[in-house]
């Protein structure tokens, strides 16, 4: 009888155990309402990590770099040096740099061939020829002034200007940077030389003209003179005759 009690009991088990054994439980893909994309273990749960090729990270991306701005010590901008290539007598730009920390154009260092000087002026200062120059961005330790193929002079390399004396005829005029590297090319000009006998000319004219003025005056008084002689000898004729 206590068997008898016990079978309905025990079918109900059965029966649980097989509904259990017929139904999945879920998982972690089908909780967050997405399809699993790899094995899964006996437990339900993947085994195997989802990887992405390097370069997938950046298909979409723009990649935009970012270069940083050059401050002072102090915390504000670099301006540019205050430096003129054409200014004579001026501190060097790598001297203002390291006294102002400005920054300085892009100059080509010492072992490095200068870059050719901007010659400005080939002019007559009234005794001598003054030439002008700027200086080109380089390393430069003095400036060399050719004329007409000679050397006429050597100027330090603070130097934008300098005279080379009288020159007679037509010539080129050429300025070269120097370091220890080597000579640049030369910034030249023609010279056309100023008619030095124009002065002297210009007096012989003036004194021409002074001579001829001098002698047409002498004329006139002479021929004055004579009228004037003339004139009283008719004169006394006429008194004579009538006496």
């Not at 437990?43 to 770099?65: N, W």
């Not at 910034?187 to 012989?204: E, F, I, T, V």
């Amino acid at each position: 009888m206590a068997a008898r009690r016990d079978l309905p009991f025990l079918l109900m088990i059965v029966c649980l155990v097989l509904i259990k054994g017929y139904t999945p439980l879920p998982t972690t893909s089908e909780v967050a309402g997405t399809k699993p994309t790899g094995p899964f273990s006996s437990h339900g749960f993947l085994t195997e990590a989802l990887m992405l090729p390097s370069g997938s990270y950046y298909d979409d991306e723009t990649v935009t770099p970012i270069i940083p701005k050059r401050v002072s010590p102090d915390g504000g901008t670099l301006q540019r040096c205050d430096y003129n290539s054409c200014l004579e007598n001026q501190p060097a730009c790598s001297n203002l740099a390291a006294s102002t920390g400005c920054l300085c154009p892009g100059f080509t260092l010492y072992d490095v061939i200068p870059e050719a000087p901007h010659l400005k002026a080939v002019s007559w200062n009234g005794s001598e020829v003054v030439i002008q120059w700027c200086a080109p961005y380089s390393y430069v330790t003095a400036y060399i002034v050719m004329v007409g193929g000679q050397r006429r002079g050597e100027f330090r390399e603070d130097q934008r200007s300098g005279s080379v004396g009288n020159i007679d005829t037509i010539s080129e005029v050429c300025v070269v940077a120097v370091n220890d590297a080597g000579d640049s090319d030369g910034s030249c000009m023609m010279y056309h030389p100023r008619d030095n006998s124009l002065p002297l000319k210009a007096g012989l004219i003036g004194g021409a003209l002074g001579f001829l003025l001098l002698l047409l005056l002498a004329v006139l008084l002479w021929r004055h003179k004579r009228q004037r002689k003339q004139e009283a000898s008719i004169s006394m004729h006429d008194t004579a005759q009538t006496q």
